[in-house]
């Protein structure tokens, strides 16, 4: 798994087959079947890498004031594991977490929420909701942090601007106020934190 992490990070997601990770082993492809039978396996096998990574990275943080605070944390957390891989947060879209400890990590994060007044659904359904956001933000930033080799101006402000041309003056003016990064990632965690605090507990 370390191998097919290197490989993430230098060839990306695309590049990353079976018979790749054999080939930087020194295996024929083969042999490395008789571990992983194909590259759904081998996303499974890695998102729990990284899930691992969270999971070690959270038990080191003490438990914050409230459910929110520790909800937050462990967005956090996701986000700057996911941003340690190239594609990181792509790897773990769809997969299924081979770990049973890794799964069972999330029993302390139900009861919390629970404690703190939310049904199991709900519980269940913040953590969803949460790692769906962080998922689909770091994608984004991953995305647009990647060379744009023969298109620099692909995300150029004022290309937009020119390309969208007369009117459309809120748009244009919300593109220059983007503000890629953790503050943007803060204040996006926080309109869906204020969401989940704003339904009605039993």
Do not use: C
Not at 135 to 146: C, D, L, W
Not at 150 to 157: C, G, H, M, Q, T
């Amino acid at each position: 798994m370390a191998a097919a992490l290197e490989l993430l990070n230098e060839e990306g997601m695309d590049a990353l087959t079976v018979r790749a990770l054999a080939s930087r082993l020194g295996v024929k492809a083969p042999a490395l079947y008789w571990h992983v039978r194909d590259k759904r396996e081998l996303l499974d096998e890695m998102s729990t890498v990284v899930m691992r990574r969270v999971t070690d990275a959270l038990s080191g943080i003490a438990p914050g004031a409230g459910w929110r605070d520790d909800v937050a944390a462990y967005a956090r957390v996701l986000r700057s594991e996911y941003l340690l891989y190239r594609d990181g947060a792509r790897i773990f879209s769809g997969t299924r977490i081979s770990d049973p400890e890794v799964v069972k990590a999330k029993e302390p994060w139900l009861a919390r929420l629970t404690a703190a007044g939310f049904t199991l659904a709900e519980a269940d359904d913040a953590l969803d909701l949460v790692t769906a956001f962080v998922i689909g933000f770091v994608i984004e930033e991953q995305e647009r942090g990647q060379p744009v080799g023969a298109d620099p101006d692909r995300y150029s402000l004022a290309g937009r601007d020119a390309w969208l041309g007369d009117g459309a003056e809120l748009v244009k003016a919300a593109g220059h106020l983007r503000d890629d990064g953790p503050p943007r990632f803060e204040r996006q965690l926080g309109v869906l934190l204020d969401g989940l605090a704003a339904r009605p507990r039993r």
